[in-house]
């Protein structure tokens, strides 16, 4: 590179160390659609603890109103996690059970 271009931006290229990550949560039911929530990088059991919190419980309330409804997630990790299956045990959240690795078989993988 030449001196008088040095400060050319066409002279540079553009490299993304790591990119961008998104994740998305959200929910549906037979009785309508829930909260649907987005948020920057990765997630860990706390975090999902965290999201589980504020948007499943709440969209279970206003969507069952009290009645029984089976919950279902897939088995990442921070869904398997020990912290994770212990927080929904507290609450008696019944889980539906899921073979690992099965995104074809999940409903929400088409919303």
Known sequence: ????D???PSCYQRSV???ASLMVWG???VCGMGSLHIWKGTINAERYIRVLEQYMLPS???LFQGRPCIFQH?????HTASI??????RRKIRVLKWPACSP???PIENI
């Not at 994770?84 to 045990?89: A, C, G």
């Open 1 to 4: 590179m030449l001196d008088k």
């Open 6 to 8: 040095k400060d050319n």
């Open 17 to 19: 160390q790591k990119p």
């Open 27 to 29: 929910c549906m039911s």
């Open 60 to 62: 279970r309330r206003r």
């Open 74 to 78: 897939d088995n990442a990790r921070p």
């Open 84 to 89: 994770t299956t212990s927080w929904l045990r």
């Open 104 to 106: 074809d078989l999940s």
